[in-house]
């Protein structure tokens, strides 16, 4: 199967656009001739071949940031670089700034914000109506969750909420369903946390822990 293996840039300076690649940007040379350059980070590999005309192609890359203004700021203070763009906000999870570099480079820094930095509790995904005490309760647990598992466990948890409300033979998930739930999905040595954050929620876990280790 045929696959792409690098990004074709035009530029007029491959001393220029080399360093800026490799000394700010991370990447590295791995074959420099009179035709070309080519220099990789790993994961993306740009080939620089020689401009043919006046006209500057360019080269978008996307540099994530925990910190916008710091990797901002820091950009900015390179020679041969501009500001174009500034915080903008793309959506409620993404901001970005876009930097002129040297020889056609654009760089769009962007900062992505998760959920916990956004203070939102997104949907659960439900395929049955449920009590509202029962969503709440589900979203508020999952703070517990780390970020990288979140997502699965949302997920799991909610398909054995609903699991156990249609052992019931029932159309709507409890606050039982999602307590028992929520129990069944989370290991074992994370119930002490579990238990103490219910509580502190006012739901007493004991009865939905049944037969459970605690």
Do not use: Y
């Amino acid at each position: 199967m045929d696959f792409v293996i690098s990004v074709i840039h035009p530029v007029a300076d491959f001393a220029e656009a080399t360093a800026f690649l490799c000394d700010t940007l991370g990447f590295q040379c791995q074959q420099a001739t009179a035709e070309a350059v080519i220099v990789d980070n790993g994961s993306l590999a740009v080939r620089l071949v020689p401009a043919k005309d006046a006209v500057q192609s360019s080269l978008h890359l996307e540099l994530h940031s925990q910190n916008l203004a710091l990797t901002t700021d820091a950009l900015l203070s390179l020679p041969n670089v501009s500001l174009i763009t500034r915080d903008i906000t793309i959506s409620p999870q993404r901001l970005e700034s876009r930097i002129q570099g040297p020889q056609g480079i654009v760089i769009i820094v962007a900062q992505a914000f998760n959920e916990d930095e956004l203070e939102i509790m997104p949907p659960l995904p439900m395929s049955l109506l449920w009590d509202d005490d029962a969503e709440q309760c589900v979203k508020q647990m999952l703070r517990l969750t780390p970020l990288g598992f979140r997502e699965a466990a949302r997920t799991r948890i909610t398909e054995q909420a609903e699991m156990l409300a249609g052992e019931e033979v029932a159309i709507t998930v409890t606050i039982a369903n999602a307590v028992r739930a929520l129990a069944e999905v989370t290991p074992a040595f994370q119930h002490p946390a579990l238990v103490s954050a219910l509580q502190q929620h006012g739901i007493e876990p004991a009865p939905h822990f049944n037969g459970m280790a605690q």
